[in-house]
T-cell receptor
Framework: DQQVKQNSPSLSVQEGRISILNCDYT??????FLWYKKYPAEGPTFLIS?????DKNEDGRFTVFLNKSAKHLSLHIVPSQPGDSAVYFC??????????FGKGTRLSVIA | ETGVTQSPTHLIKTRGQQVTLRCSSQ?????VSWYQQALGQGPQFIFQ???????GRGNFPPRFSGLQFPNYSSELNVNALELDDSALYLC???????????FGSGTRLTVV
């Protein structure tokens, strides 16, 4: 069973527009959510996170929204840049339990 | 030392063989986790070590084993390799086992 789901394998967005990446989870024990970005031939790089006590966290062009009742979170990137093209993974955990990852969404930002 | 380094970057092994993958964690990072990322999938948790003892394990058979050393390095050993073991293996370290994990670039293992 997949506890963290990213239902869109890929997303294409024009440069300057908003990118919205979505993630759903099933485990109500998760209380910490993260987004990682991965370029080819590199390991995942931490991007932004959010605790379950919040519903929004912003860091520059990146904002993560959490809807606990819907067990849904999203990552907004605005404005999108060509360098944002990568695979984005949603991950979640509870306390110091291992991270559980989704399958990833490949974002392509077109110039 | 900063960052997490993994070796080798690529490896080809024959079915039935054994393999050892290595990871050098950031100094002070007492927790190391290993993940397997198959093609088109997200990283799947294999196991975690804290201060040289295994303190968590995912749904992987016993032929996947590991070690963590006092110098913040660690190993992932896989015995009796199967074709489905072909994947990217990622090492991640954390100072305290919470969510502040730093990942290495991974080892791409191909089993033929």
């Amino acid at each position: 069973d997949q506890q963290v789901k990213q239902n869109s394998p890929s997303l294409s967005v024009q440069e300057g527009r908003i990118s919205i990446l979505n993630c759903d989870y099933t485990n109500s024990m998760f209380d910490y959510f993260l987004w990682y970005k991965k370029y080819p031939a590199e390991g995942p790089t931490f991007l932004i996170s959010i605790s379950s006590i919040k519903d929004k966290n912003e860091d520059g062009r990146f904002t993560v929204f959490l809807n606990k009742s819907a067990k849904h979170l999203s990552l907004h990137i605005v404005p999108s840049q060509p360098g944002d093209s990568a695979v984005y993974f949603c991950a979640a955990n509870s306390g110091n339990t291992p991270l559980v990852f989704g399958k990833g969404t490949r974002l392509s930002v077109i110039a | 030392e900063t960052g997490v380094t993994q070796s080798p970057t690529h490896l080809i092994k024959t079915r039935g063989q054994q393999v050892t993958l290595r990871c050098s964690s950031q100094s002070g990072h007492n927790t190391v986790s290993w993940y397997q990322q198959a093609l088109g999938q997200g990283p799947q948790f294999i196991f975690q070590y804290y201060r040289e003892e295994e303190n968590g394990r995912g749904n992987f058979p016993p032929r996947f084993s590991g070690l963590q050393f006092p110098n913040y390095s660690s190993e992932l050993n896989v015995n009796a390799l199967e074709l489905d073991d072909s994947a990217l293996y990622l090492c991640a370290s954390s100072p305290d086992g919470t969510s502040g994990y730093t990942f290495g670039s991974g080892t791409r293992l191909t089993v033929v």
